[in-house]
């Protein structure tokens, strides 16, 4: 059985509809993350699921049951928020108690939970300081010490992350991965960093204005994006999209890239079945290629382009090759000083992994 | 460059001087009423009238004290300003208590429980802080003639609670706003409900808006004049009245030591609030550009 | 769509309307209907006690042919005037000094600041006694040798209202700079930085840059000045008494002499119709400009 079912859901702020027909669903132990720029309706979601915003239309259950007109209190669930939200003019341990105290649990079961939080998040130093004098992180482990001692059957995180420096941000990212995997709990999480949903998640969701564009485990997701939209939301640097014309020798799908000063690339042996091959033959269509499935040496069978390099970005570990293609800039990911700026260079692509789009409708072609 | 750098060191030095001898000047003058009124309140009538306004006294007497606490005569009856000042506090502590109060849950339904038509109340509620009371003076003494309370004072403390709500909703309201709405949220879910919410987290959170409101409602109180003269007669006067009439009554030699002495008693509680909580009744003062 | 909601959660839907209703009531009884009433009262022939018939706008043909009322309007004129610009000034001045690290800072505010403390009954009873001419300043300045001085205006018609003045300037200057003060305290240090390293000298750079970046503290300043000016009333009582004779009479002295004393209800209300009507010009604006602004500034 899944433990949260997002049947249809909708959210009419007046006329505006903030979220069209959201369908979701993930089972007990899953880590459901949210992607999506600012603005797209993630809170929003994650709130109906709360039960802080009204539910506009369809459903949603948690394990199993219709929580739509249960107050927040009523649908097993804990939520972590982004300014932490800790009551400012209480302890930690108090913050930490105030659920358990609001459900009349007996003062030693809330002493028992308050020890058992404060020993898995290591803050058993921090029980009787205000909020105030806490660090950033530190807060961030009371949030979620305070959601821990609910044991509810899903705990929702609203960009938990977003207020801290960067350096703590991974470190707190290997901490909650931790914590899912120790407590096996079912988690929905906000975020606008693709790399937090594609290290945490493992289902991402990827929202544009109010609709779930692609649903899938993350590696799916990033290997197989359903549409540009998502090609180039999830990824750094993003995918390229390259205009380019599909044709058909021998049953064979086959990409035509025009690039400036260099012979037209023919890429063979694209993943596209033979039906839509031969409804896309002699169309426009775009090539969808990671940076990295370039690559300077290859075999000798394997499929190249000869491009003129305009600039190198070197990373430390590898660098980033600039080039022109198909009217676009392209990024390729390639070994240090294997290539030089302003010098032609000879490219080899894993085609095998690469994703082709409908020129109009941006969708994945299969 | 070296004379260059002293003539500009002489020129700062010369700018400092500037601006503390004006703003010494200032203090002094600003502070010179108050010296003027304590002097003379502790100073003999004779030597009073021989001509010494802004000296020190002579000879130190707090007879005029004495006289205006307990003796000075209001143009009805010679009890001096002890039983009026009572009313005063009988008066201002309940209607700051309960005006306190309702701004606090006003403020806190307007922020954290907005609903259609909130932010409209919320207008309403604001031209209150800038209403000229003598447009509404006339309707409240008959509704206070009607309701029975006329000249009494429960009914000055209702008046005053009723024209405060205006001013303390408005503080609340610009405090509550700066609380993150998440906190509410995660107390909802972890079960708090409305009053909860505000008991256990707005109100511990709103402590230094609760010490502005009635530190600003308290000066207000005890120094209207308007409402007190308006709405009380004779025995039930508030202090400022009572104060006024003990200054005005014209009967043999004026005894200006008892009328400064008088005024401080009457300043004296305000200006007690003042010196110990000037910096909570600043932000009441500039509260009043509405912002937030 | 409509589901039956739990009763437990209806009622928390409604607690937060049913807790505000009262205010809201009684605002709108005490502020608004009042407001009406006085309206009402206004239209109507009553003289001691509220009657309720309708004579139409007799009351206010009676107000503006009472001589006093066009005294009180021209003080209010006067006094506003005078009242706005030296306050102001003053105010800006001293919060333009105090900004400029100043060792005693704290002390000086305070003193400035106190006499906001004080009831206008109290600031009328001083000044009433500094100014008294026959043992006051004028004394303490003929004493002193200058045997000619002569500083008597409170007991000069045509002067009288510029001891109100003065009195009120003397309370509310502190107000005007706590505003000044907190708005030059909010603007960013660096705009005075680099005006420095272009090498503007300082009555410039507050000339050019920083006063026209508190246009908002000038606004809140008037505003308010404006309407405390408006209902200035024990500060008269206790000062002049609206002497001598008539010649410190304002609106809000004459509406309650009008009302209470002289037995005219109707002109009493008309005239404060027309004090309501002056601050509502005022105020209402202000309100919407700042509450408008707040809610464009989320
Ligand atoms: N109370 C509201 N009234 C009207 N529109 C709202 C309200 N709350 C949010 N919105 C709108 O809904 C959209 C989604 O908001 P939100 O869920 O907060 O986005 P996200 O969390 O993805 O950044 C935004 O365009 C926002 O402007
Ligand atoms: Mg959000």
């Known amino acids: 059985m899944s433990t949260l079912e997002i049947d249809r859901a909708r959210k009419l702020y007046g006329d505006l509809e903030v979220l069209k027909e959201v369908s979701i669903s993930i089972g007990t132990g899953d880590f459901l993350v949210l992607l999506g720029p600012s603005g797209c309706g993630k809170s929003t979601l994650l709130n109906m699921i709360a039960g802080l915003e009204e539910i506009s239309g369809g459903e949603i259950r948690i394990a199993g049951k219709v929580v739509n007109d249960l107050s927040p209190k009523d649908r097993d669930i804990a939520m972590v928020f982004q300014s932490y939200a800790l009551y400012p003019t209480m302890t930690v341990r108090q913050n930490i108690e105030f659920g358990m105290k609001i459900r009349g649990v007996s003062r030693a079961e809330r002493d028992k939970a308050v020890k058992t939080a404060a020993d898995l998040l290591q803050m058993t130093h921090l029980l009787d300081r205000k909020p105030s004098q806490l660090s950033g992180g530190q807060r961030q482990r009371v949030a979620m010490g305070r959601a821990i001692v609910r044991q509810p059957k899903l705990f929702l995180f609203d960009e938990p992350l977003s207020n801290l420096d960067a350096k703590l941000r991974v470190d707190m990212r290997t901490e909650i991965k931790r914590l899912h995997a120790r407590l096996g709990t079912t988690i929905v999480y906000v975020t606008h960093d693709q790399i937090e949903a594609m290290t945490l998640a493992t289902r991402v969701a990827v929202m544009k204005d109010g609709v779930v564009q692609h649903l899938d485990d993350p590696q799916s997701v990033y290997d197989r994006p359903a549409n540009v939209y998502v090609a180039k939301f999830v990824g750094s640097p993003s995918m390229n999209i390259i205009p380019a014309k599909l044709e058909v020798k021998d049953g064979n799908a086959i990409a035509i890239i025009d690039i400036p000063g260099a012979a037209t690339a023919q890429l063979a042996g694209i993943p596209v079945s033979s039906q839509a091959a031969a409804k896309y033959a002699g169309r426009g269509i775009l090539v969808g290629i990671r940076p990295e499935l370039f690559s300077v040496t290859g075999a000798a069978s394997a499929q190249k382009l000869s491009v003129n390099i305009d600039v190198v970005e070197p990373t430390g570990p590898d660098t980033l090759a600039l080039f022109q293609a198909g009217g676009v800039e392209v990024t390729a990911r390639v070994p240090p000083r294997a290539v030089a700026a302003r010098t032609p260079a000879t490219l080899a692509v894993d085609t095998a992994k690469i994703v082709l789009f409908d020129a109009e409708t941006e969708q994945r072609i299969d | 460059m070296a004379t260059n750098a002293a003539s500009f060191r002489r020129q700062h030095r010369i700018g400092r001087a500037v601006i503390y001898g004006s703003l010494f000047f200032m203090a002094a003058f600003y502070l010179m009423p108050l010296w003027v009124m304590i002097t003379t309140s502790v100073k003999h009538l004779d030597e009073i009238y021989a001509g010494s306004f802004i000296g020190l006294p002579q000879q130190i007497t707090f007879d005029a004290w004495r006289t205006a606490w307990s003796e000075a005569c209001n143009g009805t009856a010679c009890r001096g300003l002890k039983p009026y000042f009572i009313n005063s506090l009988l008066l201002t502590i309940p209607a700051v208590i309960m005006s306190t109060g309702i701004g606090a849950i006003n403020g806190y339904v307007i922020t954290k429980w907005r609903f259609p038509g909130s932010n409209v109340i919320f207008g309403l509620l604001l031209f209150g802080c800038f209403l000229p009371f003598q447009a509404v003076i006339l309707p409240m003494a008959q509704t206070l003639g009607m309701l029975g309370l006329a000249g009494s004072l429960p009914g000055l403390v209702l008046v005053h609670t009723v024209y405060g709500i205006a001013f303390t909703t408005l503080f609340f309201r610009n405090y509550f706003v700066s609380i993150p709405d998440e906190l509410v949220r995660a107390a909802k879910i972890d079960g708090a409900g409305f009053i909860r919410i505000f008991v256990s987290i707005m109100l511990p959170a709103a402590l230094p808006i609760i010490v502005v409101s009635c530190i600003w409602q308290f000066t207000q109180i005890w120094n209207d004049y308007l409402f007190g003269a308006s709405f009380t007669a004779g025995e039930n006067a508030p202090i400022t009245v009572a104060l006024n009439n003990i200054v005005n009554v014209s009967m043999g030699r004026k005894e200006y030591n008892v009328d400064m002495a008088a005024a401080m008693i009457a300043a004296l509680p305000t200006l007690f609030v003042y010196v110990v909580a000037g910096r909570y009744f600043v932000r009441g003062l500039t509260a009043g550009a509405v912002k937030g | ?298």
């Open chain 3, 1 to 298: 769509m409509s589901r039956s909601t739990p009763l437990s959660n209806r009622i928390e839907n409604w607690l937060p309307r049913l807790v505000l209703a009262p205010s809201l009531l009684v605002v709108l009884v005490a502020v608004y209907l009042f407001i009406c009433w006085t309206g009402w009262i206004s239209l109507s022939s009553s003289m001691i006690v509220p009657k309720y018939d309708f004579v139409g706008l007799n009351q206010y043909v009676r107000l503006w042919s009472t001589p006093r009322w066009h005294t009180a309007v021209f003080n209010l004129f006067v006094f506003s005037t005078l009242f706005l610009a030296l306050t102001t000034g003053l105010g800006l001045l001293m919060a333009i000094l105090l900004d400029q690290k100043i060792r005693v800072e704290g002390t000086l505010r305070a003193i400035f600041l106190y006499p906001m403390a004080l009831s206008f009954i109290v600031t009328g009873t001083a000044w009433k006694w500094i100014l008294n001419p026959a043992l006051g300043v004028q004394k303490v300045v003929n004493d002193l040798g200058w045997t000619s001085f002569v500083f008597d205006w409170i007991a000069q018609p045509t002067f009288a209202i510029y001891c109100v003045v003065i009195a009120a300037v003397w309370q509310s200057t502190g107000f005007a700079m706590a505003i000044f003060l907190a708005g030059l305290r909010g603007i960013d240090n660096s705009v005075i930085k680099a005006a420095q390293i272009e090498g503007a000298s300082l009555p410039r750079i507050y000339r050019t840059i920083v006063v026209p970046m508190l246009r908002p503290a000038f606004l809140s300043v008037i505003v308010l000045l404006s309407y405390i000016a408006i209902k200035s009333f024990d500060l008269i009582l206790a000062l002049t008494n609206t002497g001598p004779g008539s010649a410190t009479e304002m609106p809000s002295t004459f509406m309650y002499s009008a009302t209470f004393r002289r037995d005219q209800m109707g002109v009493g209300a008309a005239s404060a119709m027309m004090m309501l009507m002056t601050v509502a010009a005022i105020i209402v604006p202000y309100l919407y400009s700042e509450l408008k602004e707040s809610r464009d500034g989320h």
